[in-house]
């Protein structure tokens, strides 16, 4: 039933003028159900609350309730079509009252770890896209079908938000920037181990891809109300500059079970390194940073290592923001594996110096949907300088792309190898020592496998053409002469 409620929901957004892309649709998918979400919630509060005979003060007040302004029912459970607000009186409800008033949470909230901060947060940087009242009330009914009232229920919508996102991904110019291949980030956690002690930080969150991928590897773990808590309120902590990312990433994380996320809507790259102290660091990173994308010069002047590439300045901020003894696993460009800017270089310097780079993951092109980039995964350890390296090159046997997309299979025998860091086809070693000391280069050179020759220019192989012709042409010439 949900499956086919989403592809409802779908039909209704396509046909509707204000929303012209994935992310649009997305986006408008995401501030509704977190309302029917809420609404759900409250239910089950007040319920909780009466069976212990307690009472419950409701986080949304009467009026701006989703069962009177979104689904009033009637006395046999239908939706009241003479109270229910539809057309334009619908579409000025939502933009003049209903978002002002529930941006005003993040004022009334007592602090920023509570359900009602993130409401403020959310619907301060969302905007109703929908321009026909009648589009939003098929929306909403669509919508209302939905329940969040189990964890059943609340795993399967789970799964089909995962999906949306992942078309969103697909349909952007940089997929990769909004949707990570699941079995990628899955595999990142289980060689990275993380416990229920634990912090987990992404400083470049998107859609929460990898803190659900670990709140979903630990859950199982979780035995006492004291483990549960702490998953809940004290292991997960996120940051994301973009508005939709950090909208989408908060809804993610609340329909894989964590009602409210740590996750602070900001610039990372704002904050200065060197200003990063032992409270503002954590035990496991887990990271996909944009890569591609440029900061401005003020910007820069966080950093020691100074450079326009982001990605390069959120390795650093993932280097500072490890504790000691702490493990990271973290997605970047291949390039940044030989190139020789000073940036890179120092770069590269820095993290074999002062982390334990243990495994680097070569990954296929065609990975990341949209991206058009190969890149690496470099997973290290702070608190010793680096010995030796463990390379993997994947090599899934077939080409990457939209119909043939990454699985879990495809990373089965990288996550048995690089438990024992074991030789292989497409697995070898390199000791540090033997790292060229002025570019610290970190290349992937597999020496199981010959290195292909150098492509012939055209005009060698038209040269070689034409002295085949000529020796043929000499020798029919001879022939000829004999007969």
Sequence with gaps: MFEQTFKNLDDILRK????????????????????????????????EAELRGKAYTPIIDTAHRWGLWAA?????????????????DLIAYVNRELFPYLEGFKGRATSADTIEYKIGEIFGEIRNK?????????????????????????????????????????????????????????AMIKVVKPTLTDTI????????????????????????????????????????????????????????????????????LAEPVLDIQEKDRFDVILANPPFG?????????????????????????????????????????NTFLSNTDNASVALRRELLESCNLHTVLDMPGGTFQGAGVKTVVLFFDKGEPTRSIWYYRLDPGRNMGKT??????????????QASFA???????????????????LTVRNPNTPEAETLRSPQEILDEIAALDAESTELLARVRELL
């Design 293 to 333: 994308g440029k900061e401005r010069p003020e910007i820069q002047q966080n950093f020691p290592i100074k450079t326009g590439e982001t990605a390069y300045l959120f390795l650093q901020h993932f280097i500072k923001s490890l504790r000691a003894g702490g493990s990271a696993a973290v997605v970047i460009k």
């Design 201 to 268: 930080y992404d400083g470049a969150a998107g859609s929460c891809g990898f803190l659900c991928e670990a709140y979903d590897y630990l859950r199982p773990l979780a035995k006492t109300v004291d483990d549960l808590e702490k998953l809940q309120k004290r292991t997960f902590y996120a940051k994301e500059k973009k508005s939709l990312a950090y909208v989408i990433g908060t809804m993610n994380m609340i329909l894989h079970g964590i009602e409210a996320p740590n996750i602070v809507h900001t610039n990372t």
């Design 130 to 186: 929908f321009q026909s009242g009648y589009s939003l009330r098929d929306a909403i009914d669509a919508i209302d079908q939905l329940s969040f009232g189990s964890q059943m229920q609340k795993h399967e919508l789970s799964e089909l938000y995962e999906a949306k996102i992942k078309n969103m991904g697909n349909a952007g110019r940089n997929g990769g920037e909004y949707y990570t291949p699941r079995p990628l980030i899955r």
């Design 72 to 88: 009033p029912k009637d006395a046999a459970g239908k939706l009241d079509h003479n109270r229910a607000k539809t057309g334009s």
């Design 16 to 47: 509707e003028a204000g929303c012209a892309s994935e992310l649009d649709y997305t986006e408008q998918t995401s501030w509704l159900l977190f309302l029917k979400y809420l609404d759900d919630l409250e239910v089950s509060r007040a319920t």
């Design 404 to 417: 043939n997309p990454l699985n879990d299979a495809d990373m089965a025998d990288f996550i048995n190898r």
């Design 423 to 441: 030789e292989g086809p497409n697995s070898w070693s390199v000791t540090a020592c033997t790292l060229d000391p002025v570019t610290f280069d």
